[in-house]
């Protein structure tokens, strides 16, 4: 019954897992770059009375080694995680990011910017490619871009996710509408975002058009947009991959490995469920049409919207 | 009751498997950031950035200047606050009345200047935006000459391709360990790039590079070099110190600092 369907193209797959190991390093490199001045503003600069959105600190204390994390002006103990964490050697150190999340592991800013502004470049060429090839291929009108009846499907797709209702049979050889808003968030608002957001830190791209940097707040602004961007794509990421493990793992890394896809097949129609008390003006039964005639505000029509999981779009 | 141990067991080990997945991939980055291979691989990045925007960015664009108003508070000494050199203290003892600007290297006319000289010379007064490599920045008002004047009074020999300053604090409390900088001529004939003399509307403190700091207004704080005693026109820096033309260059900082 199930099926195997050829879901992704090559250049699809092998861009997507350079951007995997692209990403997993800006982030990690970036956390480093992020721990010489673990602190975020809105506006020009740092000083001045500049103002302070998130500030990781480290300190001493009597009882040991303790990690504090301001928010908003609301301070939180993050010992173990930020600003004070266990090292590699048993012992704690002070500092924003611990070393796991971190590239290098140890602490080193001109390394950090050294793997930072290498692979920004592929990351930079990597997305361009996708853009352009999704274009050429129109993978972005056939594949991505949201349909009306998408649109209008918006509240029910939302219901079946959260109920880990994924769909089965054809429904399942298109991206949902829930998918396609994602992925063109991620690929024409977060990614721009978090590089447009970069460029306006160098000081040199800043020359480009002086005070273009203003528009966005500022070049410390401009610093804080670049790690909410990173984080929301962090934050992508982790739900991604909580997707493709909760609706089966295998056959979602076979499809990004060797584009093929296992379709489940549809789900046989449950018979009309058999009341005990039939209502008065119940409708004849066509046996034939596994009991999908059946007059609105009937138990069985609402069992069959209740079925759509397997019936949608 | 079990359940809840066993869900808290699993999540103790989903958490540890995830950051030892992760601390793996790190110590594999650390090791591959050792390679020599790898690490001129990751160099690259700063040969096509510098590439780049030198195409992109017209050589004359400035950098955004602001106004008084956003002049908010004193500007913070960052790196040396004051160097440690007999010489430079008897220097600022006496109001730097006796400290001369060295220009020599590669040049027609090798330069001996008093600040009073310098002083005296056509100024530029911006104020700007310092932007640290660790990420934070700062809104100053600078007044200074123009290093593209004091260049044209040298009259750089034509095969003249860098512009080095020498500092006056050892960064080492033995007194070695100069700080030093380099740029290239078109950073140094930018017409925003000033000898530095007045921070604020007051004369430079020596927290902040007195007598002279070089502004280069597109570039990060790192290069912009304070307590300048001299400066040195070379067609290569491979020759000094470290060989990669500046101080913090020889720990590793990118040469090319637009970013």
């Known amino acids: 019954m199930s099926q195997l369907y050829y879901r992704h193209r090559l250049p699809v797959r092998l861009m997507h897992w350079i951007n995997v190991v692209v990403f997993v390093v800006m982030l990690m490199s970036g956390l480093t770059i992020f721990n010489a001045h673990p602190t975020l503003y809105w506006g020009d600069e740092s000083y001045g009375g500049a103002t302070k959105l998130l500030q990781i600190r480290g300190v001493n204390t009597d009882d040991g080694p303790v990690g504090l994390t301001t928010l908003f002006g609301r301070t939180f103990d993050t010992t173990g995680l930020l600003g004070a964490a266990p090292n590699a050697h048993g012992g704690v150190t002070l500092r924003a990011f611990p070393y796991w999340s971190t590239i290098p592991s140890f602490y080193s800013l001109a390394e950090a910017r050294r793997w930072h502004f290498f692979f920004m470049w592929l990351l930079i060429v990597n997305g361009l490619l996708y853009v352009l090839w999704s274009l050429a291929t129109r993978h972005l009108s056939r594949d991505l871009a949201p349909t009306t009846t998408d649109l209008k499907s918006i509240w029910p797709s939302v219901k079946d996710h959260v109920r880990f209702r994924h769909p089965r049979g054809e429904a399942a050889k298109h991206y949902n509408v829930l998918q396609k808003l994602t992925y063109l968030s991620v690929i024409f608002a977060w990614f721009p975002l978090v590089i447009l957001m970069g460029f306006a830190m160098s000081p040199m791209l800043d020359a480009l058009a002086p005070g273009w940097v203003d528009f966005f707040g500022g070049r410390q602004s401009a610093r804080t947009l670049h790690f909410v961007a990173a984080f929301a794509l962090l934050a992508f990421m982790a739900l991604h991959v909580f997707l493709v493990i909760t609706t089966g793992l295998w056959n979602n890394m076979r499809s990004m490995i060797d584009g093929h896809y296992r379709v489940r097949p549809e789900l046989p129609v449950p018979a009309a469920p058999v009341t005990e008390f039939p209502p008065i003006d119940y409708a004849p039964v066509d046996p034939t049409d596994g009991g999908r005639t059946r007059r609105p505000g009937s138990r069985a029509a609402a069992a069959s919207t209740a079925d759509r999981a397997g019936s949608k779009q | ?259």
């Open chain 2, 1 to 259: 009751m079990t359940d809840r141990v066993s869900n808290g067991s699993r999540r103790r080990f989903l958490r540890g498997s995830l950051a030892g997945l992760s601390a793996a991939l790190v110590a594999g980055c650390d090791r591959l950031g050792d390679t020599s291979w790898f690490g001129a691989l990751l160099r690259s990045g700063e040969t096509m950035t510098r590439a780049t925007q030198r195409l992109i960015v017209p050589r004359a664009a400035l950098a955004q200047e602001f106004t008084d108003a956003d002049v908010k508070g004193p500007f913070r000494s960052n790196g040396t606050s004051h160097p440690r050199s007999t010489t430079y203290d008897a220097l600022a003892a006496n109001d730097f009345v006796d400290w001369r600007l060295h220009v020599d290297g590669l040049v027609a006319q090798p330069l001996e200047l008093s600040l009073e000289e310098l002083e005296a010379m056509r100024s530029r007064t911006q104020i700007t935006r310092h932007d640290c490599v660790e990420g934070w920045s700062a809104i100053a008002k600078w007044t200074g000459v123009p290093l593209a004047d004091v260049l044209d009074r040298a009259a750089p020999q034509p095969n003249a391709r860098f512009v080095v300053f020498h500092c006056a604090d050892p960064k080492e409390a033995d007194g070695t360990e100069p700080y030093y900088e380099s740029i290239d001529m078109i950073d140094a004939y930018h017409p925003q790039t000033i000898l530095a003399y007045r921070l604020n509307d007051a004369p430079l403190p020596i927290g902040n590079g007195a007598p002279i700091r070089v502004r280069i207004e597109r570039q990060l704080g790192y290069k912009m070099a304070k307590y300048i005693m001299r400066i040195e026109l070379v067609d290569r820096f491979d020759r000094l110190y470290g060989g990669n033309g500046g101080y913090w260059e020889d720990r590793g900082y990118a040469w090319y600092a637009g970013i």
